[in-house]
């Protein structure tokens, strides 16, 4: 049993300046990539809204793809904007998170406002 702390790694999905959203969320998995690659613990996204230079706003869409992506990292947001979603849908769609990828998903607290 190792000593290490556990360390996790939070990412907002940053879209660079001059380059497509699809690029930013490449850059994002090639992070989650490195992240799992190095040992980190978890990989943790952050969920904004009305931000070009952001793409995190559908959080559980960008986790399932990273999902795709690593073999073991656990992936998760680590908050929820709750007046932005309908708390069933998002019990239903980190359930679907954990029916692919298993207990490599976490959902931290919910923010019921800003």
Same mark, same amino acid.
């Given at each position: 049993?190792?000593?290490?702390?556990?360390?996790?790694?939070?990412?907002?999905? *940053?879209? *660079? @300046? /001059?380059?497509?959203?699809? @690029?930013?969320?490449?850059?994002?998995?090639?992070?989650? #990539?490195?992240?799992?690659?190095?040992? =980190?613990?978890?990989?943790?996204?952050? @969920?904004?809204?009305?931000? *070009?230079?952001?793409?995190?706003?559908?959080?559980?869409?960008?986790?399932?793809?990273?999902?795709?992506?690593?073999?073991?990292?656990?992936?998760?947001?680590?908050?929820?904007?709750? *007046?932005?979603?309908?708390?069933?849908?998002?019990?239903?769609?980190? /359930?679907? =998170? #954990?029916? =692919?990828? /298993?207990?490599?998903?976490?959902? /931290?607290?919910?923010?019921?406002?800003?």
């Amino acid at each position: 049993m190792s000593n290490a702390i556990p360390l996790s790694f939070l990412d907002l999905a *940053p879209v *660079p @300046e /001059g380059k497509t959203i699809a @690029e930013g969320i490449a850059q994002t998995v090639e992070t989650a #990539q490195q992240a799992e690659k190095v040992g =980190l613990n978890r990989y943790w996204m952050a @969920e904004h809204h009305n931000m *070009p230079g952001i793409a995190s706003a559908a959080t559980s869409v960008l986790l399932a793809h990273i999902g795709s992506q690593t073999k073991h990292i656990r992936i998760g947001a680590g908050g929820v904007m709750l *007046p932005n979603h309908a708390p069933l849908v998002i019990a239903e769609q980190f /359930g679907t =998170l #954990q029916a =692919l990828y /298993g207990d490599r998903v976490d959902l /931290g607290g919910s923010c019921a406002g800003y």
